[in-house]
C-alpha cells in the first residue's frame, strides 16, 4: 500500500514538473527580474541606478506624471470596449445556443472563420476602410455628403478607431463562453417558467439571464483584462489621440531607454491585473444548476 502511494505520488510529481517548469521559467523568473528592476536590484544599461530605490515608483504614483492619466484612459478605454462586446455578443450566443437547433456550430465555426487570419492583416484592413480616403469617406465623397477636402478625420487615428477595431476582434471570441454557458441551459427550466404563464421576456430575465450571468462575467474579464495593456492595435489606428498605457510601457524600453520607469509601469499593470482576477475569482462563483 505504501509502494503504491509513492509511486502515485512520483507519478504526479512527474506529470506536474513540466508545467510548474514552464511556470517558474517563464513567468515568475520574469515577473521577479522586472520588480527588482525597478527598485534598481538589477541594472543592465549603463544609464540604470547603481543601488536600490523607490524613487521611481514614488514619482510614478505620487507624482503628477502623464503616466497616471494614460492609465486611466486605458480603463476607460478598455471599459467602453469591454460593456459594447459583451452587449453586441450575448445576442449571438443566444441565437447560436438557444434559437439555432441545427448547424450551430457550423455557423459557429463561419463567425471564428475569418479570425484565423493574421491580426495584423485585419487591422491594416480597418485603415483601409477609416482611412482619409478610405471606404467610408470615399462613399461620403459619392454621395456628396462630404467635400474630399474636408473628410471625417476622427474615423481614423483617434480613440473611436482603436475602441471600433478591438471590439471587432473580441466579439467572436466572447460570444464563445457566453454560447457555451447558455448551451448547457437546462431547456426545461424554460419549458416551466412558460407553463407557469410568464412571458419569454420575463423567462429571459428572471431565468436565462441570471443563469448565464458567470459566463458573461468571464466574457467581460475576458476582454478588459488584455485590453488595459494593449498597444498594437492603438499604434496602428490610434495615432497621438489613441495613445494608451501599454503604448507608453513599449515605448519606454524601446524608445527612450528608460528600463526602470518601463519596469515600473509593466509590474503596476500586473499588479492591477492580478487584483482583477483575484476580485473576480473571489466574488464570481459559477454554480450548476440542477433539475
Keep these: ?15 506536474l514538473s513540466a508545467p510548474l517548469l514552464w511556470l517558474l521559467v517563464f513567468f515568475i523568473v ?44 486605458s480603463i476607460r478605454v478598455s471599459l467602453t470596449v469591454s460593456i459594447v462586446v459583451v452587449l453586441l455578443s450575448y445576442p449571438i450566443g443566444y441565437f447560436l445556443a438557444l434559437c439555432v437547433k441545427k448547424r450551430k456550430y457550423v455557423l459557429l465555426l463561419v463567425i471564428i472563420a475569418p479570425f484565423l487570419t493574421s491580426y495584423l492583416l485585419r487591422v ?8 482619409d480616403k478610405g471606404v467610408i469617406n470615399t462613399a461620403l465623397f459619392q454621395l456628396h455628403l462630404r467635400s474630399p477636402d474636408h473628410p471625417v478625420s476622427w474615423l481614423i487615428y483617434s480613440q473611436f478607431a482603436v475602441m471600433l477595431v478591438l471590439a471587432y476582434v473580441w466579439i467572436p471570441f466572447v460570444a464563445l463562453p457566453i454560447f457555451v454557458g447558455l448551451d448547457g441551459l437546462d431547456e426545461s427550466l424554460l419549458e416551466a417558467a412558460g407553463d407557469l404563464g410568464a412571458s419569454r421576456f420575463r423567462t429571459f ?29 492603438p499604434q496602428l489606428v490610434g495615432g497621438t489621440r489613441g495613445f494608451l498605457f501599454g503604448n507608453e510601457v513599449q515605448d519606454q524600453f524601446t524608445r527612450a531607454l528608460d528600463w526602470q520607469t ?10 492591477v491585473v492580478g487584483i482583477l482576477l483575484a476580485l473576480f475569482g473571489r466574488f464570481t462563483q459559477v454554480r450548476n444548476v440542477q433539475a
Design 1 to 15: 500500500m505504501a509502494a503504491e502511494q509513492t509511486g502515485s505520488r512520483r507519478v504526479t510529481a512527474g506529470l
Design 30 to 73: 520574469p515577473v521577479l527580474f522586472i520588480a527588482m528592476y525597478s527598485i534598481g536590484g538589477i541594472h543592465i544599461l549603463p544609464t540604470d541606478p547603481r543601488e536600490i530605490s523607490f524613487d521611481a515608483w514614488h514619482k510614478f504614483l505620487l507624482g503628477h506624471s502623464v503616466y497616471m492619466s494614460l492609465f486611466w484612459r
Design 124 to 131: 491594416l484592413a480597418w485603415k483601409v476602410i477609416l482611412g
Design 205 to 233: 430575465l428572471r431565468v436565462t439571464l441570471p443563469l448565464s450571468a458567470p459566463g458573461v462575467a468571464a466574457a467581460f474579464i475576458f476582454v478588459f483584462v488584455p485590453t488595459i495593456g494593449e498597444f498594437v492595435t
Design 262 to 271: 518601463g519596469s515600473v509601469l509593466a509590474f503596476f499593470l500586473l499588479l
